[in-house]
């Protein structure tokens, strides 16, 4: 089982929807990051957090650090926001600069 | 402020070969860190540089090395190269290995 699971894996919805992607993890970690991942490889951070729930334009995210589970909100769904969303997570203890990463969740928005 | 570069974007080698990777980070960041990423495996880590320091190493041949220079900036080596590196390498540099990571554009390897 890996230690960062997203749910779900695709994702498909008409513009304007309310997205939610879930992500899971199983090892105590010290901060959590949502990125985002254009075709064309380059990843984008979104988020870093460690508590509660932060806001950014149109994506909000919450983490519940006694459940382990984090998830991303996206308002008002547009076409630009087709991406891979993925979770990654810094565990504790010496693991330094290292992020463990779920599998992504492919999200495809449609006018 | 400018964003992580890498270079080059695009490579294309032959099995056998070496190749070296460049990653230079945000202003001020001291960590570096670099993964792979392939369709199968998703993004792995390989190893973080802090101060010039290997810190940190992920679970990978040791025909993968870096480096990490006085100004912090990185470079990756990988010695004889096989198809199976045929990858997108990504660097990530932060302030200190535990805060936001910022991603470059990455290095598309092709291994022929």
């Known amino acids: 089982k890996n230690e960062v699971e997203q749910s779900p894996q695709n994702l498909t919805a008409q513009e304007g929807e309310f997205i939610t992607i879930n992500c899971s993890y199983s090892?105590?970690?010290?901060?959590l990051h949502w990125l985002q991942q254009h075709p064309g490889g380059g990843i984008v951070s979104l988020f870093m957090l460690s508590s509660g729930k932060k806001k950014h334009g149109r994506l909000i995210a919450t983490i519940n650090i006694q459940e382990k589970h984090s998830s991303l909100h996206i308002t008002a769904s547009h076409p630009r926001d087709s991406a891979v969303y993925i979770c990654a997570v810094y565990a504790g203890g010496t693991s330094y600069g290292k992020l463990t990463f779920g599998q992504g969740t492919i999200l495809t928005v449609h006018p | 402020k400018a964003g992580v570069t890498q270079t080059p974007r695009y490579l294309i080698k032959t099995r056998g070969q070496q190749v070296t990777l460049s990653c230079s980070p945000i202003s001020g960041h001291r960590s570096v860190s670099w993964y792979q990423q392939t369709p199968g495996q998703g993004l792995q880590f390989l190893f973080e540089y802090f101060s010039e320091t290997q810190r940190n190493k992920g679970n990978f041949p040791g025909r993968f090395s870096g480096r990490q220079f006085s100004n912090s900036r990185s470079e990756m080596n990988v010695s004889t190269l096989e198809l199976g590196d045929s990858a997108l390498y990504l660097c990530?540099?932060?302030?200190?290995?535990?805060?936001?990571?910022?991603f470059g554009q990455g290095t598309r390897l092709t291994v022929v």
């Open positions: 090892v105590g970690i010290s901060a």
């Open positions: 990530a540099s932060s302030q200190t290995g535990y805060t936001e990571a910022f």
